[in-house]
């Protein structure tokens, strides 16, 4: 059985540091990183969790204490992960769309670098040469992942070298002597299957006798955890024992390193967000159960329209009824659409699961309203990990003329 917060623990949790508020199970952090190890069982295989995610310093102490990787999308991402006691050497800074001198900050910061783009990696060539190995992250041309705007290997797609420029990402190269270590694909978010995977290997076997420098080859995150009950997720015993058989078929490619990127997959399902019933509106068409938060907390409904589960913690065993579930935004703010939930009271204590992942992180004080708490729980006991916002909080850096 996984490993699960109670009940009685949430509504703990609720009273003491109010609502809304994203709860984390370390626990089930640490369970999740097992899985991984435990499924691909050898040293040949690098994981570096994808900290966009979540953040919190908390949640990277829990992972690097567990012994992962980290990767960053920003340099800010890369200052947290210092920040956090990642060793430079298990920083992975694989960024896009950014100017030179955020490259140059790593360097000098001594982490690993991928780069997304020709123009950067000749800069990179004239200033570094051969005295700083670095890796490229390919666009491979496949559509993958759950929904179009976490697809990022497609053909249209913004990130990565296009593979059909290899002419070109050779030429750079070897004009500037560059140490090419790594080679990095990450075709999307919400990934169910494996074969998606040996997708992109084929890919980058192609591409590898190019590189006598390489070390490792890097596939990304993307790994589909289940939101609903029965949903579909990527099987990774399945994806551990197709890829190492991959890379093993090849004399080449037996000895290089395989790095992976999972963000959801450690922390989508440790993160809990309990919100509470503000208003109850009975409609001629639909029921509605407005809560104390909005997307400005939890996005992703609104944005990748993503589901969702939602429990009733205060009243579990109610006659189940559909609510469309709203929040308080000045927009038309919905969480979840005719979703049958016991009786829902104003009060009532919601829950939201899997809102570890993308949850907290991507949240705003749109509306002017706080982003919510963040509370840790390790080995059951729960500890505020981040203040909820306060007044102040929304003027500050704002330059007040006070004439
Ligand atoms: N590596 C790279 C280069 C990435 O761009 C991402 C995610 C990951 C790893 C981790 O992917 P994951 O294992 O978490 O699926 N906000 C969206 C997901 C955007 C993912 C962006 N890149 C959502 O809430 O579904």
Redesign the pocket.
């Known amino acids: 059985m996984a490993t699960e917060l109670s009940t009685a623990l949430l509504q703990q949790i609720a009273n003491e540091y109010g609502t809304p508020v994203y709860v984390y199970d370390a626990d089930k952090i640490k369970e999740q990183y097992k899985r991984l190890i435990t499924a691909f069982n050898t040293d040949k295989v690098r994981f570096f969790y ?1 900290c ?2 979540l953040t919190n310093i908390n949640i990277l102490k829990v992972l690097k204490n567990e012994g992962c990787n980290i ?1 960053c ?1 920003s340099i800010n991402e890369v200052k947290l992960a210092l920040y956090a006691g990642f060793e430079p050497k298990n920083i992975l800074y ?1 960024s896009n769309g950014i100017g030179f001198e955020e490259i140059e900050e790593a360097q000098s910061l001594g982490v690993i670098i991928n780069i997304d783009s020709l123009s950067n990696l000749e800069k990179f060539g004239k200033k570094f040469g051969n005295s700083y190995p670095v890796g490229v ?1 390919l666009r491979p041309n496949i559509l993958a992942g ?2 179009l ?2 697809s ?1 290997g497609h053909d249209k797609s913004k ?1 990565g070298i296009p593979v059909e420029q290899l002419d070109l990402l050779k030429a750079v190269v070897q004009q500037y002597d560059i140490q090419l270590t790594n080679l ?1 694909i ?1 075709t ?4 169910k299957d494996a074969d998606i995977f040996l997708k992109g290997i084929a890919v980058l076997f192609d591409i590898i006798p190019h590189f006598p420098h390489l070390k490792s080859v890097d596939l ?5 955890v289940a939101y609903k009950e029965d949903d579909p997720y990527l099987n990774i015993e399945e994806l551990a024992v197709k890829v190492l058989q991959a890379f093993e078929a090849h004399e080449r490619t037996r000895h290089l390193q395989i790095w992976f ?6 922390v ?1 399902e440790c993160g809990y967000f309990i919100t509470k019933v503000n208003v109850l509106k009975e409609t001629a068409t639909t029921t509605f159960a407005g809560v104390n938060s909005g997307f400005n907390h939890l996005i ?1 409904p609104m ?2 329209d ?1 589901y969702h589960r939602i429990e009733n913690i205060t009243n579990p065993q109610g006659a189940i009824k559909e609510y469309t579930v709203t929040g308080n935004i000045c927009e038309t703010d919905t969480f979840a659409w005719s979703r049958p939930l016991p009786e829902v009271r104003e009060g009532d204590l919601l829950v939201f699961r899997n809102a570890g ?2 949850g907290f992180e ?1 949240s705003s004080n749109y509306n002017s309203r706080f982003k919510p708490a963040e509370v840790l729980v390790e080995s059951g006991k729960p500890r505020l990990i981040r203040k909820r916002d306060v007044f102040e909080d929304l003027l500050r850096n704002q330059i007040i003329d006070t004439e």
């Not at 999307?188 to 990934?191: A, L, N």
């Open positions: 994808a966009k995610a990767d999308s694989t992250r759950g929904h705007k976490i990022t990130f990095h990450h999307g978010s919400d990934i990304g995150g993307g790994f589909k990127e999972p963000g959801k997959f450690l989508s992703r944005f990748y993503a992942a993308y991507m």
